[in-house]
């Protein structure tokens, strides 16, 4: 009886143990699962299969014993059939004295190398089978014995549960990791509004948490078919992959979105509805493919395809993953048709008031000015005498005059050429002169923006902000003095508009009163930022451009 080795043996259980309730990553607590069996029992081979969700096959096989020459010349791991099904359908401990000659055995691989003794134990917890160990080849012949098979039931109990820790830590760390993508995602709808930029985020962030392949969103065009507007795939994939067009008809996109039901495909050869053509073109062997639905409105469909790894086929957990971050890309799209939509219609009623503006300036100035020369002009040919003739031909000039001078302050209304020419300072400046002309409010302007021109998007808009600003002053302010200060700092440009008039109470006035809704939409597409301060001694309006370097 050798009772030293017996203590030596539970004492290399205890310790294994310990190790293996310490482990947290699966892959780690698996492989030192099958090197402890092996070493407690003598055997030359071990390995571990775990069974997969259905509970009829394996997901992952790991070995001891075999280096890796060999374990790349055996080629595709076991399925789970012969004795190994035996172990997965009867979940219950088997000894053999030789593997080969039990007809439940399914034979090997070429290049597998020998094995007879054979001892297999199920890896249960709870009633649960999480996987099997197998053993063979115990040392110098031997079979394995009932001593054997009680130790590696209990190593096996040990294990299941901390294969089960293992399982459940990275079960949390994945939903932190989605939890967090989600969150990013959230933020970016918020924040982005790029809608390429916030859909490829999506995409980049599925297949990351899925480990696919590929990941594309699919969009319908006008002309009724959907084109693959964004993708991310492994290498430079996605390049060959954007812009491609599919068949509302015929493409497996179209069907989803037509039903706006998700689907989970294991083949892609196996399903009719796929055009193999269009599969072979993009490579892919199984997918999941969500319709984006928003408002009762399907808009999208998100793809993704081929995990990676054994099985290349996806989960059910896989699935509702992707419906979560599909529902998000479905708001981001919703959100960007309507605030196009939105300012399509604020482009149009801006366009309509300014038409009304102009008609206005040219019936009432202009034509008259118009009108009044031809009545000149026939005074001049009804003259009675020179001197009538005369006179009536200067009236006529000063009314030519005026009319040029009304028009050219209409065509610097609508777009000085000192802008273009020169520059916003410049432009700025006969803007000044031109009102404090007209008006006569003393109007002064300081600037120092250096000798570098600022980007037209960002002249244009501070160059009618100050127009808006001052047409204010006349309406509004009844103010005597304008000062207009332009200074570039760090990281932009400002500029402010101050007057001395009556003021107002900025809590009062709405939001887009005194035009101050369309000064802040103009900002807003530079990333620009407005500041009202007004009170007894006047208001002041500070707008500030962020320029990129």
């Given at each position: 009886?050798?009772?030293?080795?017996?203590?030596?043996?539970?004492?290399?259980?205890?310790?294994?143990?310990?190790?293996?309730?310490?482990?947290?990553?699966?892959?780690?607590?698996?492989?030192?699962?099958?090197?402890?069996?092996?070493?407690?029992?003598?055997?030359?081979?071990?390995?571990?299969?775990?069974?997969?969700?259905?509970?009829?096959?394996?997901?992952?096989?790991?070995?001891?014993?075999?280096?890796?020459?060999?374990?790349?010349?055996?080629?595709?791991?076991?399925?789970?059939?012969?004795?190994?099904?035996?172990?997965?359908?009867?979940?219950?401990?088997?000894?053999?004295?030789?593997?080969?000659?039990?007809?439940?055995?399914?034979?090997?691989?070429?290049?597998?190398?020998?094995?007879?003794?054979?001892?297999?134990?199920?890896?249960?917890?709870?009633?649960?089978?999480?996987?099997?160990?197998?053993?063979?080849?115990?040392?110098?012949?031997?079979?394995?014995?009932?001593?054997?098979?009680?130790?590696?039931?209990?190593?096996?109990?040990?294990?299941?549960?901390?294969?089960?820790?293992?399982?459940?830590?990275?079960?949390?760390?994945?939903?932190?990791?989605?939890?967090?993508?989600?969150?990013?995602?959230?933020?970016?709808?918020?924040?982005?509004?790029?809608?390429?930029?916030?859909?490829?985020?999506?995409?980049?962030?599925?297949?990351?948490?899925?480990?696919?392949?590929?990941?594309?969103?699919?969009?319908?065009?006008?002309?009724?078919?959907?084109?693959?507007?964004?993708?991310?795939?492994?290498g430079d994939d996605a390049e060959g992959?954007?812009?491609?067009?599919?068949?509302?008809?015929?493409?497996?996109?179209?069907?989803?979105?037509?039903?706006?039901?998700?689907?989970?495909?294991?083949?892609?050869?196996?399903?009719?509805?796929?055009?193999?053509?269009?599969?072979?073109?993009?490579?892919?062997?199984?997918?999941?493919?969500?319709?984006?639905?928003?408002?009762?409105?399907?808009?999208?469909?998100?793809?993704?395809?081929?995990?990676?790894?054994?099985?290349?086929?996806?989960?059910?957990?896989?699935?509702?993953?992707?419906?979560?971050?599909?529902?998000?890309?479905?708001?981001?799209?919703?959100?960007?048709?309507?605030?196009?939509?939105?300012?399509?219609?604020?482009?149009?009623?801006?366009?309509?008031?300014?038409?009304?503006?102009?008609?206005?300036?040219?019936?009432?100035?202009?034509?008259?000015?118009?009108?009044?020369?031809?009545?000149?002009?026939?005074?001049?040919?009804?003259?009675?005498?020179?001197?009538?003739?005369?006179?009536?031909?200067?009236?006529?000039?000063?009314?030519?005059?005026?009319?040029?001078?009304?028009?050219?302050?209409?065509?610097?209304?609508?777009?000085?050429?000192?802008?273009?020419?020169?520059?916003?300072?410049?432009?700025?400046?006969?803007?000044?002169?031109?009102?404090?002309?007209?008006?006569?409010?003393?109007?002064?302007?300081?600037?120092?923006?250096?000798?570098?021109?600022?980007?037209?998007?960002?002249?244009?808009?501070?160059?009618?902000?100050?127009q808006e600003a001052l047409t204010n002053?006349?309406?509004?302010?009844?103010?005597?003095?304008?000062?207009?200060?332009?200074?570039?700092?760090?990281?932009?440009?400002?500029?402010?508009?101050?007057?001395?008039?009556?003021?107002?109470?900025?809590?009062?006035?709405?939001?887009?009163?005194?035009?101050?809704?369309?000064?802040?939409?103009?900002?807003?597409?530079?990333?620009?930022?407005?500041?009202?301060?007004?009170?007894?001694?006047?208001?002041?309006?500070?707008?500030?451009?962020?320029?990129?370097?």
């Amino acid at each position: 009886m050798s009772t030293g080795r017996d203590e030596s043996r539970l004492r290399r259980l205890v310790d294994a143990g310990i190790v293996l309730s310490s482990e947290l990553s699966l892959d780690a607590v698996l492989q030192k699962l099958v090197e402890t069996a092996a070493g407690l029992t003598g055997a030359q081979y071990a390995a571990l299969g775990v069974i997969d969700e259905s509970g009829h096959a394996l997901e992952r096989f790991v070995t001891t014993g075999i280096d890796a020459e060999t374990f790349r010349a055996i080629g595709e791991l076991p399925h789970g059939r012969g004795i190994l099904g035996v172990l997965i359908d009867e979940a219950r401990p088997l000894r053999l004295h030789d593997l080969t000659t039990d007809p439940r055995s399914a034979g090997f691989p070429p290049d597998h190398p020998r094995m007879s003794t054979f001892l297999g134990v199920p890896v249960m917890l709870r009633g649960v089978a999480f996987g099997n160990l197998y053993l063979t080849e115990k040392a110098e012949g031997a079979d394995f014995t009932e001593d054997d098979e009680e130790l590696v039931t209990l190593l096996a109990s040990q294990a299941a549960v901390a294969i089960e820790n293992a399982r459940l830590y990275e079960a949390s760390t994945r939903w932190s990791r989605q939890l967090e993508s989600l969150h990013e995602i959230v933020r970016a709808l918020g924040q982005e509004t790029d809608l390429e930029v916030l859909l490829e985020l999506v995409c980049r962030r599925i297949r990351e948490l899925l480990g696919a392949r590929l990941a594309l969103i699919a969009l319908p065009t006008a002309g009724g078919e959907l084109h693959i507007a964004v993708a991310d795939a492994d290498g430079d994939d996605a390049e060959g992959i954007l812009g491609t067009l599919l068949r509302a008809d015929r493409s497996k996109v179209g069907r989803v979105l037509q039903r706006r039901q998700s689907v989970r495909v294991d083949s892609v050869l196996d399903d009719p509805e796929i055009d193999q053509e269009e599969a072979r073109r993009l490579g892919i062997r199984t997918g999941i493919y969500v319709p984006m639905v928003a408002r009762a409105r399907a808009i999208g469909v998100v793809a993704v395809h081929d995990r990676h790894g054994r099985d290349s086929r996806f989960s059910d957990a896989d699935l509702r993953l992707v419906e979560i971050f599909a529902a998000r890309a479905a708001v981001a799209v919703d959100l960007s048709e309507r605030v196009a939509r939105d300012t399509v219609r604020r482009v149009v009623d801006a366009q309509e008031v300014e038409r009304r503006r102009l008609a206005r300036e040219l019936h009432d100035e202009t034509g008259q000015a118009l009108t009044s020369i031809l009545l000149g002009l026939r005074s001049i040919r009804a003259a009675a005498d020179d001197e009538t003739a005369e006179r009536a031909e200067t009236q006529v000039r000063e009314l030519v005059v005026q009319a040029l001078q009304d028009v050219r302050a209409l065509a610097v209304e609508l777009r000085p050429a000192a802008l273009d020419d020169f520059g916003l300072v410049p432009a700025v400046e006969r803007l000044a002169e031109t009102f404090a002309e007209r008006t006569g409010i003393a109007t002064a302007v300081e600037a120092s923006l250096g000798p570098e021109r600022l980007p037209p998007e960002a002249e244009t808009v501070l160059y009618r902000l100050i127009q808006e600003a001052l047409t204010n002053v006349v309406k509004h302010a009844a103010a005597s003095s304008v000062n207009i200060v332009l200074t570039r700092r760090e990281g932009g440009v400002s500029a402010v508009v101050e007057d001395d008039g009556q003021g107002f109470d900025p809590e009062s006035i709405r939001e887009d009163a005194l035009g101050l809704l369309g000064m802040r939409e103009r900002l807003a597409l530079l990333d620009g930022t407005l500041t009202v301060e007004s009170g007894d001694g006047g208001t002041a309006l500070v707008a500030f451009v962020p320029l990129k370097a």
